[in-house]
């Protein structure tokens, strides 16, 4: 089903047509010419037109071509009685769908309609998947390619990991999807806030529509204009045709900004217009088209500091800051190391046709020891590697250290450094042999020097989180568990 714009200047058969499509299950517009209906069609975006050919002023076959300028993919049926047929079929040439010839029975007309929004839809679908391919084939943030069609997903399966932390994230993820607020992801690079931009529009009602990523830090500030808005045919050297942008395929569904912090001051205050009114120009076109998508958006950056220094507008940052979401790194969420890795070393295995491996005990203790400076990414390519590399079925840790950057295992300094001079906690991390060790004694040194810095500061976790250079809510979460675990004392 869909939404329908009826055009016709007689008001009795512009009813009856609405009735028949509405009684159908779709949902009628209706307009008594041709200038009404590209004003319907500018601010509603209706799934197919069906118009009258006859028509004082504008007639179909003008209105017509005026819809292919706008969107050359809009179905348009035209109605024409027996003496206009050859008009008719020449419209056909101009990109007509089809016509019916009146007298025609409300099952002729419910079935043009049907097969005109589907062979849309289809092609729709095929353009996103086609403007994806090039990003497909160099997944980023941990998982998938750049745009999905519309179609069940994986909602919050695509969140590995139950560490405090992660809880925190699905919890967050769950809130923002059922809203049709935008939303802004913040997180490191590497830590998977596309993934978790996919999990928000796989749980929300716009599950059904198109979700399509662009990445904002991989284009001039000129290619980015074209990328979102689309641009007509001349618009510049090389517009050979018309080309839709990123917002009109994601019509109805998602568009992720992926790196937000990074587009231009001119390229900011274009997307402003687009949150605020709903409304766009492709470049070298006058004409406002309307648009209905939920706008995502990512940045490794801090924006408020952006906005301070003056290179990211204040009113953007506030449209965009809507419904907040925080990625954080995998340092912070170290339980989660293990489901990651045998998650990925799964995915590898199905995907180059090799049988199942698995993790040995001292090469999880590896990992889970590890600081992750790339985060999940990182973790992902050393375990596409181990997969690859491997000669058994057992992935060791002599085969996963090389890649593992910082100290090599042995006697090494962990120095935690707060804002306060005075405030340190050095301890020493034992050695590779005593690996079964090395996780217990570097949670140790954390906790006590997380317990010091909370007695310095009289309790006080704003004051604490602050010198300790962590998230309230990551040092929150860390007491929690260790209160939980029955390490820390009731008064913490």
Same mark, same amino acid.
């Given at each position: 089903?869909?939404?329908?714009?009826?055009?016709?200047?007689?008001e009795?058969?512009?009813?009856?047509?609405?009735?028949?499509?509405?009684?159908?299950?779709?949902?009628?517009?209706a307009?008594?010419?041709?200038?009404?209906?590209?004003?319907?069609?500018a601010?509603?975006?209706?799934?197919?037109?069906?118009?009258?050919?006859?028509?004082?002023?504008?007639?179909?076959?003008?209105?017509?071509?005026?819809?292919?300028?706008?969107?050359?993919?809009?179905?348009?049926?035209?109605?024409?009685?027996?003496?206009?047929?050859?008009t008719?079929?020449?419209?056909?040439?101009?990109?007509?769908?089809?016509?019916?010839?009146?007298?025609?029975?409300g099952?002729?007309? &419910?079935?043009?309609?049907?097969?005109?929004?589907e062979?849309?839809?289809?092609?729709?679908?095929?353009?996103i998947?086609?403007?994806?391919?090039?990003?497909?084939?160099?997944?980023?943030?941990?998982?998938?390619?750049?745009?999905?069609?519309?179609?069940?997903?994986?909602?919050?399966?695509?969140l590995?990991?139950?560490?405090?932390?992660?809880?925190?994230?699905?919890?967050?993820?769950?809130?923002?999807?059922?809203?049709?607020g935008?939303?802004?992801?913040?997180?490191e690079?590497?830590?998977?806030?596309?993934?978790?931009?996919?999990?928000?529009?796989?749980?929300?009602p716009?599950?059904?529509?198109?979700?399509?990523? !662009?990445?904002?830090?991989? !284009?001039?500030?000129?290619?980015?204009?074209?990328?979102?808005?689309?641009?007509?045919?001349?618009?510049?050297?090389?517009?050979?045709?018309?080309?839709?942008?990123?917002?009109?395929?994601?019509?109805?569904?998602?568009?992720?900004?992926?790196?937000?912090?990074?587009?231009?001051?001119?390229?900011?205050?274009?997307?402003?217009?687009?949150?605020?009114?709903?409304?766009?120009?492709?470049?070298?076109?006058?004409?406002?088209?309307?648009v209905?998508?939920?706008?995502?958006?990512?940045?490794?950056r801090?924006?408020?500091?952006?906005?301070?220094?003056?290179?990211?507008?204040?009113?953007?940052?506030?449209?965009?800051?809507?419904?907040?979401?925080?990625?954080?790194?995998?340092?912070?969420?170290?339980?989660?190391?293990?489901?990651?890795?045998?998650?990925?070393?799964?995915?590898?295995?199905?995907?180059?046709?090799?049988?199942?491996?698995?993790i040995?005990?001292?090469?999880?203790?590896?990992?889970?020891?590890?600081?992750?400076?790339?985060?999940?990414?990182?973790?992902?390519?050393?375990?596409?590697?181990a997969?690859?590399l491997?000669?058994?079925?057992?992935?060791?840790?002599? !085969?996963?250290?090389?890649?593992?950057?910082?100290p090599?295992?042995?006697?090494?300094?962990?120095?935690?450094?707060?804002?306060?001079?005075?405030?340190?906690?050095?301890?020493?991390?034992?050695?590779?042999?005593? !690996?079964?060790?090395?996780?217990?004694?570097?949670?140790?040194?954390?906790?006590?020097?997380?317990?010091?810095?909370?007695?310095?500061?009289?309790?006080?976790?704003?004051?604490?989180?602050?010198?300790?250079?962590?998230?309230?809510?990551?040092?929150g979460?860390?007491?929690?568990?260790?209160?939980?675990?029955?390490? &820390?004392?009731e008064?913490?």
């Amino acid at each position: 089903m869909g939404n329908v714009l009826v055009v016709d200047d007689k008001e009795m058969l512009r009813d009856s047509v609405g009735v028949t499509l509405q009684r159908a299950g779709h949902t009628v517009l209706a307009a008594p010419g041709g200038e009404a209906a590209l004003e319907v069609i500018a601010r509603k975006r209706p799934d197919a037109v069906v118009t009258d050919l006859k028509m004082p002023g504008m007639t179909g076959l003008e209105l017509l071509e005026r819809v292919k300028e706008i969107d050359e993919d809009l179905p348009v049926v035209l109605m024409t009685a027996f003496g206009t047929i050859e008009t008719a079929v020449q419209a056909m040439t101009v990109g007509a769908y089809t016509y019916l010839t009146k007298p025609f029975k409300g099952d002729e007309l &419910v079935i043009a309609v049907k097969r005109a929004i589907e062979h849309a839809r289809l092609k729709r679908e095929n353009e996103i998947l086609r403007r994806s391919a090039p990003e497909a084939s160099a997944p980023r943030e941990g998982d998938g390619a750049a745009a999905i069609a519309p179609g069940p997903g994986e909602g919050l399966g695509r969140l590995v990991g139950d560490s405090p932390a992660m809880l925190d994230v699905k919890e967050q993820v769950e809130a923002v999807a059922r809203s049709q607020g935008t939303v802004l992801i913040q997180g490191e690079s590497g830590v998977g806030k596309e993934v978790v931009a996919r999990a928000v529009h796989e749980l929300s009602p716009r599950s059904g529509g198109a979700f399509m990523a !662009l990445n904002c830090a991989a !284009l001039s500030s000129t290619l980015l204009e074209s990328e979102l808005f689309g641009h007509e045919k001349g618009a510049f050297t090389g517009a050979e045709k018309l080309r839709k942008g990123r917002f009109e395929l994601a019509h109805g569904g998602t568009l992720l900004l992926d790196e937000i912090s990074e587009i231009s001051p001119q390229i900011q205050a274009k997307l402003l217009r687009v949150l605020q009114e709903r409304v766009f120009e492709r470049v070298g076109s006058s004409v406002s088209i309307g648009v209905d998508v939920r706008v995502l958006a990512t940045t490794n950056r801090d924006l408020t500091r952006s906005v301070e220094s003056g290179e990211f507008r204040q009113d953007l940052y506030f449209r965009l800051n809507v419904l907040p979401v925080s990625m954080p790194p995998l340092r912070e969420r170290s339980e989660d190391v293990q489901a990651l890795a045998e998650h990925f070393v799964q995915k590898v295995c199905a995907r180059e046709g090799l049988p199942e491996k698995k993790i040995a005990d001292s090469a999880v203790q590896l990992l889970r020891t590890y600081q992750w400076p790339g985060n999940v990414r990182e973790l992902q390519n050393i375990c596409e590697r181990a997969v690859v590399l491997s000669r058994g079925d057992t992935i060791g840790s002599d !085969l996963v250290h090389p890649w593992l950057h910082g100290p090599a295992p042995g006697r090494a300094q962990a120095k935690i450094s707060t804002s306060a001079p005075e405030i340190h906690a050095t301890a020493t991390v034992p050695p590779a042999s005593v !690996l079964g060790q090395g996780l217990r004694a570097l949670e140790d040194i954390e906790r006590q020097a997380i317990i010091e810095t909370l007695e310095r500061f009289n309790g006080h976790r704003q004051k604490t989180a602050e010198a300790l250079g962590i998230g309230v809510r990551t040092l929150g979460l860390k007491l929690r568990k260790w209160k939980d675990a029955q390490i &820390v004392s009731e008064a913490l």
